[in-house]
């Protein structure tokens, strides 16, 4: 039974019962008013005053869980206001612009760091691409929505002026909105930028007081006046212009490679790599070791081919550098989708501690034995920069004393798939 209808039980209990005892009384008094007996409108009075009481705390108890529930819900909504301002304040502080869409596209919700990054006022109820302009980050909400998966990348846009972010969009598991951030790279890219053109001008601007310094170096060798001490001394400066060349041309590659995506062709990889262990067989057998290439006649790729065979150079390279005994075998397979190149050596291995960081430039296990094998420690962050530029991979197993195996991975898109291998 609602308040109401209580109040209004109560109110006719209270009412009837009024009325039959003013009636008893007045019977009792000798003023007979038509109800019946004295004793039962007394009986009839008290019975509905009864009535009257027990609805009156009904009414009371009524009325008492109503206002609770009132007061509850006022206690919900002002914690979820409370909430709300929180998480609203936190969003507003973050360095990063979040947006929330619906599954269409069109935004719900932007934070303060995304209005300043894309200069807009009102960005709720428009779509994500008319408030950034941007049709990459369209289509990147619109996959995230329909695969019902994360979706992230890094991408540039133009407006409402040029930069770089890492972008990310997720969905709600029910797939009722999309989230949106977006991580504002382009000072760090800009930076690299400008460090990988200084590194690249300075090997540029090294080359030509190097090439003159060894000109000269020949110049005063060749002549007969030099003493056999000084003589001596400038096969070392030779030496060492040479070693200052080689450090400024792998340089240069290492930042051709950081800066610009490779160019690439269909190319033999079988090819390039037998071709690069044929060249080293040279050396090889100057220092008694056994050199061998194992793998298809033909596996076709899209790759940069000079920057493919300085890969194989390199590892095959290395593998005779830090080998005084035994061989380097050098293995290509085709796997899956991918082509899967391999340098084993049997020499001097690599503690595990140094591992993690033989891909960084110029870290060596041993500087001596690098300096005497004429190494730069750039040949492996070489590998690595070119191997990921094409999308591949470059691990290495090793252990001291117990040679080493490199093992590249590049992949084989659709369309080399056909005649990857003979
Ligand atoms: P480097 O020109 O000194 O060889 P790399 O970048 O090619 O420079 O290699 C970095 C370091 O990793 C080397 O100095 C060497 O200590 C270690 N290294 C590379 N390849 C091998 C290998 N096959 N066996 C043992 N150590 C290796």
Redo the contacts with the bound molecule.
Sequence with gaps: MNARALAMVSAACYGGGCVFALGAIAQFMGHPVGLGPGWLMLIAGGLLALVGYFATGALREATDRQASALSQAELLRVEMDQHRAAVDYLADGLDVAVFICDPKASVVYANRRASEMFRFEEPVGRPVLAVTLSHDIERLVMDAARARAERAAELSFSYPEERTGLVKAWPQPDGGRVFLTIFEITDLRRLERVRQDFVSNVSHELRTPLTIIRVLAETLQDEGQASDEQRRDLGKIITEVDRLSLIASDLLVLSAAESNPPKMQRCDLAELVRAAAEELKGKASEKGLALTFMGPDKLMLAANSHQMTQVAR??IE??L???SEGSVQVRLRKEGGEAVLE?Q?S????GSE?LPR??E?F????KG??RS?G?????????KHIVEAHGGTVQVE?ALNQ??T?TVRLPIVAGDAQSAEA
């Excluded at 020499?347 to 690599?350: A, E, T, V, W």
């Excluded at 870290?363 to 041993?366: E, K």
């Design positions: 390199n590892l290395n593998g550098n830090y080998t340098v050596d020499g001097i291995g690599i140094h033989i891909f430039r870290y060596r296990v041993d034995r690098s094998t190494g730069t420690g750039l040949g492996l962050s070489i590998v090793s040679g080493s490199f």
